[in-house]
């Protein structure tokens, strides 16, 4: 899908109760009503999701996969491209300008990003209330969307697209192909119940300009009040330095708390350790779903415990599960989150980066500051590869880019990175030269904004012949490395 960062702070959205049990679904500020899929729950539209004003995803999986509706709406001509027309008459076909692709003001520029395979051919006609348009709804699309051992996984997608003069609305449910039978009646009758709403029951933009003076504390505040407002459950708390943002239960907050706590001890241990090359004054969501499912139907990525977005200025995890892979994911994607500020909004080499998140993912509070011990999802794996010299060349680990970081040997690539900067930070005597490395990279990140700068001033002089003897020594046997000989 495609994303752009966007304030949506303006976006109010209501939830009202409907007749016979029902419920309908108002935007007051993209200006429609529906009546939702029953055993279907409304998740949070991300920040960045830039077209997307509602979304709703299944209660239970539905052939091992989750089922989405999403409901987007395009201004037919933007700001920059704007010029007079008249208003359409019922039943014509608005022109849309191709220029800027980035620039949606129509779902079929979505489709040359999101969904190039669709054709969005012989639709059916379903009538709107509240406007002479009808509905165009295409009840055929199907695209790969993943593999499982030999077989191709697909998706199936129906779509329905309403045009008013000055705006497009398309709603598009997703779920594994062989549901359609299921779940296309359900989808039609979402389509029946959309209806555009009168200018009247609309709600009047915020000043944009107004919102842009705000803080950024008061922007990330704004952001967790939309959440609250978009989806019942859904309640944060505050701290310095972040807002966390979660659906968990006030009764069984206990983990929050745990957070809340955690966060700022964690942010002195990082700015101990990298301090900033300028006051940081951004102010990240740390977005908590209560259980996994939510994460995912939120946007996680599948195999992934947590995420930083820089776009959004999120941070975003799950709870549910053992409050310690919690808290160590929290450990980890915060770092990412601070030396992505810390640094001037660039990213560090993988090795760097993703091992100083799982350094950070062994910490536990000690008193008001963090005690760093082993990371144990990552021992096991890089002893077993030192032992089998099944390890990555250490001349080649450094360069590694990020697609081979995350390429078959991923698991094996995090543990070497975690255990590349465990030594670095735990197994030097004090005045040893290579307690320079870590510093000499990062102020020259700093300095320079290259990461290959940054590499080729740290490592400059080092012998890596004997830096990986040493390191295998200390990963293995606990042996702090020798002070190298004059």
Known sequence: MLVRPLSRFACVVLLLAGLAGAQTYKNVRAGFALSPPEKFSPVPVALQEKNTDAKWVSKNLIRDLSAELLVMSFAKVSKKHAQAESPNEAGSRPSYDDDDPFDLTSYQKYCKVAHSAFKLDKPKEIKVKGTT????????????????????IKAWYGVAIIDTPDRQYALEMKAVEGAK????????DVVRSFKVLDPSELEEAEDEEKVAGLSEKDKARRTAELTKRQVPGWWFKETPHYIILTDVRQDRAEIIDLVKARLEK??????????PAKPIEAVSIVRICANEKGYYDY????????????????????????????LAVLNHEAFHQYIYYAVGEINPHDWYNEGHGDYYSGGEPEGKDMRIKPF?????????????????????????????????????????????????????????????????????LIATK????????????????????AWAGFIMKDTPAPMPKN
């Open 299 to 326: 946007g996680g990525p599948r195999g992934s415990a947590g995420y930083w977005y820089a776009f959004a200025q999120e941070l975003v995890l799950y709870a549910g599960g053992a409050k310690g892979k919690t």
């Open 376 to 444: 144990d999802w990552r021992t096991g794996t890089i002893k077993n590869a030192i032992s089998t010299k099944k390890h990555i060349p250490l001349p080649e680990f450094l360069k590694y880019t990020h697609a081979q970081y995350y390429g078959p040997q991923i698991d094996l690539c995090y543990a070497q990175g975690w255990s590349l900067i465990y030594f670095l930070r735990k197994g030097l005597p004090e005045k040893h030269p290579w307690k320079s490395i870590l510093p000499t990279y990062f102020d020259t």
């Open 266 to 275: 964690l942010r002195k241990a990082y700015e101990r350790d990298f301090p």
């Open 450 to 469: 290259e990461a290959g700068q940054a590499l080729d001033a740290a490592w400059k002089g080092v012998d890596l012949a004997a830096f990986e003897q």
């Open 181 to 188: 039978e299921k779940l296309l009646p359900a989808f039609l």
């Open 133 to 152: 348009a009808k509905a165009r709804v295409f009840e055929d699309n199907v695209e790969p969307i993943g593999q499982r051992g030999s077989e191709i």
